[in-house]
T-cell receptor, first 114, second 113 residues
């Protein structure tokens, strides 16, 4: 069965430190891969997506993610975290066929210390 | 450009009451979705629609009904609310192309007592 795992429920980093959020998926083929961010009281906003091609993708707000087929992973990174990055981050795996089916991970809540 | 708009933002219901959540999108998207978000469970798909007049069940459809009478609107109904339906509900829309990203509304926080 298709699934998405975000191993870290909570992560705390200091402002200016680097960040890596982990995402692993289970699927027989290469899916569409997404990272979304959710600020408190808001909906989900798309950070970046991977469909094919270059395995390192750039997104908004200085985020990037790398697709590693051998590890079935799509980890999100940022070299220097800002206090405004505190939010919840969701990895999602998409499949075509009938509709744009997305399976979401449980999310990682990021706290940023000054 | 408003994107995806959900109403209401908050609602408290008593067990057995009914209500309808409204979702409107102004991006001319073909596909629309209703998700529920519960702590530690990510987002789970309730129902979706691939076009005006069509709807289909998602992962957790029981206790909910939907309608898509107009392309821009997607309604989620609870006929007899239960405490287990206490959740945050998100509407989303997307284009029809494979892998088109979803655009989300800001959510409706529903409490059933």
């Amino acid at each position: 069965a298709q699934s998405v795992t975000q191993p870290d429920i909570h992560i705390t980093v200091s402002e200016g430190a680097s960040l890596e959020l982990r995402c692993n998926y289970s699927y027989g083929a290469t899916p569409y891969l997404f990272w979304y961010v959710q600020s408190p009281g808001q909906g989900l906003q798309l950070l970046l997506k991977y469909f094919s091609g270059d395995t390192l993708v750039q997104g908004i707000k200085g985020f990037e993610a790398e697709f590693k087929r051998s590890q079935s992973s799509f980890n999100l990174r940022k070299p220097s975290v800002h206090w405004s990055d505190a939010a919840e981050y969701f990895c999602a795996v998409g499949f075509s066929g009938g509709y744009n089916k997305l399976i979401f991970g449980a999310g990682t809540r990021l706290a940023v210390h000054p | 450009n408003a994107g995806v708009t959900q109403t209401p933002k908050f609602r408290v219901l008593k067990t057995g009451q009914s209500m309808t959540l409204l979702c409107a999108q102004d991006m001319n998207h073909e596909y629309m979705y209703w998700y529920r978000q519960d702590p530690g469970m990510g987002l789970r798909l309730i129902h979706y629609s691939v076009g005006e007049g069509t709807t289909a069940k998602g992962e957790v459809p029981d206790g909910y009904n939907v309608s898509r009478l107009k392309k821009q609107n997607f309604l989620l109904g609870l006929e007899s609310a239960a405490p287990s339906q206490t959740s945050v509900y998100f509407c989303a829309s997307s284009g029809a192309g494979g892998g088109s990203p979803l655009h989300f509304g800001n959510g409706t926080r529903l409490t059933v007592t």
